[in-house]
């Protein structure tokens, strides 16, 4: 018999009051698989800071010198126009995941969801016990017992979420600065202990307080999900061309109902208080809890598992089931091309940067012999891994190149900026402008910079 269709998540009270939910504990393959997802993600999250590729950080997002190390590779402020394919080739992967497997993502390895189901929750139902046992002391009159549990639970959370943010916080400024300088003293480090804080608090609070209401009301990803699933898109789903009518069937006449036994197992284990039953919803995170729930029902029935399952609207309707669709190939072949053409931008960018700026004021002064001379910069950055070697140069007889430094070293990611000066006859200019290239070779490849020089239109003016 169907139930009364739930007008607003079951974790949402009058006002907008969370309802705390306490979804029963449940094992099973699905659990048993996402718990190695998560502790193979959490491996990857704690170690990744800690690794180095001959001596730059596997990944690093340096906030103070404003550099990004991926793999071992430097990319630095002007590098930005190269990561627009791959930010466009992960959208169109996300659309054909989401379009395919639905939210898989949610479920499996968004962090919220790994850190809360498998990190917070073991240590909450280490100290407080399981779920029926958790709603009984957090009724019951206040006692000493349970004050203790709370608050340990607590100060557990606040270390936890204070080293994830470090661990956070070692991607943007390496764990060298962690460990050595803002662990010794990290009130000299105002900056930093202001945002390690702040954002210690707010995991915190979104973990111990907040929790599965980021999924149900804040995360703008589940919004926009409709848009990419259909009929085709495979998700956790009850069967209920199987399962109705619900009822617990009674030996004499057990033909009448469907398998499902309207045990409501599949409802109590759910994190975000939903009934699968009434279809695919946005408070849904994929997390299969109902279906490792409901396949113990339907082994203790002697029923085969997989009431609730992975499945598509289409396979259970219309025994129809497509995972590979055009529109998933459409999706994965951009993505693909795209990440080609990140690749090869990678592979083909300048390992040196070299701006040649006019200085400010006057375009250029007159001698008293008639020469010009125009006023530079020149900043050169060394992009390479390793330090380099630099020379300046131009081949242009008529101009004479006047500079403090024409041969110069650079460390790796070392920026130099050299005022120079060019020194050229007024005769050589053409309407005013003379064509210039100077060359910066740096041992292995030289860049040429065309520049134009400004002088008087009429000679001798
Ligand atoms: S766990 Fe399975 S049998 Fe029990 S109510 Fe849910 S769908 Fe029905
Ligand atoms: S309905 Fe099932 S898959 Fe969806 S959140 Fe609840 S337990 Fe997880």
């Not at 998540?9 to 997802?37: C, L, M």
């Not at 270390?159 to 943007?172: G, N, R």
């Not at 915190?204 to 259909?230: G, N």
Request: hydrophobic share 45%; with cysteine; glycine share 6%.
């Amino acid at each position: 018999m169907s139930e009364a269709i739930q007008a607003r998540p079951g974790t949402i009270g009058d006002g907008g009051k969370r309802i705390a939910p306490y979804p029963t504990e449940i094992s099973g393959k699905f659990k048993k698989n996402r718990q190695f997802v998560a502790w193979a993600l959490l491996g990857l999250f704690f170690l990744i800071p800690w690794v180095n590729i001959q001596g730059f950080p596997l990944f690093q997002f340096d906030v103070f010198e404003r550099k990004l190390t991926l793999l071992g590779q430097l990319f630095w402020p002007n590098d930005v126009p190269i990561f627009v394919p791959l930010l466009i080739s992960v959208v169109f992967m996300v659309f054909a995941v989401t379009a395919s497997l639905g939210r898989i993502w949610c479920g499996w390895a968004c962090p919220e969801t790994v850190f809360l189901h498998f990190v917070f929750n073991p240590v909450q139902e280490l100290l407080e016990g399981k779920a029926h046992i958790r709603k009984m002391r957090d009724e019951a009159p206040f006692s000493l017992d349970w004050a203790w549990r709370k608050s340990l639970k607590h100060l557990i959370y606040l270390v936890i979420a204070a080293l994830i943010t470090l661990t956070f916080m070692a991607y943007f400024t390496g764990i060298q600065f962690i460990l050595r300088d803002f662990a010794g003293d990290p009130l000299n480090h105002s900056m930093a202990f202001g945002f390690f804080a702040s954002f210690s608090l707010i995991l915190y609070w979104t973990f111990a307080f907040f929790r599965e209401q980021l999924c149900v009301i804040a995360c703008p990803y589940a919004r926009f999900q409709s848009v990419l699933t259909d009929r085709q898109t495979l998700q956790v789903t009850y069967d209920h061309v199987r399962g109705e009518p619900r009822g617990k069937p009674k030996k004499e006449a057990s033909a009448v109902f469907g398998d499902c036994v309207s045990c409501n197992q599949c409802v109590k284990v759910c994190p975000t208080s939903i009934d699968i039953r009434q279809g695919p919803q946005l408070e849904c995170i994929g997390c299969a809890l109902c279906a490792d729930a409901c396949d113990q029902i339907m082994e203790t029935w002697r029923r085969p598992k997989g009431l609730i399952r992975y499945s598509s609207d289409a396979k259970i309707l219309d025994h129809n089931e497509k995972i590979i669709r055009p529109r998933f190939i459409i999706y994965c072949i951009v993505s693909a091309l795209l990440f080609l053409v990140f690749m090869a931008l990678v592979a083909l960018r300048p390992r040196q940067q070299v701006d040649l700026t006019r200085q400010g004021g006057r375009p250029y002064i007159q001698m008293e012999n008639g020469d010009i001379i125009n006023f530079y910069h020149i900043r050169v950055r060394n992009k390479d891994r390793s330090d380099r070697e630099y020379k300046m140069k131009i081949n242009d007889l008529n101009v004479e190149l006047i500079a403090a430094e024409t041969q110069f070293k650079l460390k790796s990611g070392e920026l130099k900026t050299i005022p120079i000066n060019f020194k050229i006859p007024g005769y050589s200019f053409q309407n005013g402008k003379h064509e210039l290239v100077v060359e910066i070779d740096n041992g292995a490849k030289i860049q040429k910079i065309k520049t134009t020089l400004a002088g008087p239109v009429k000679y001798g003016r």
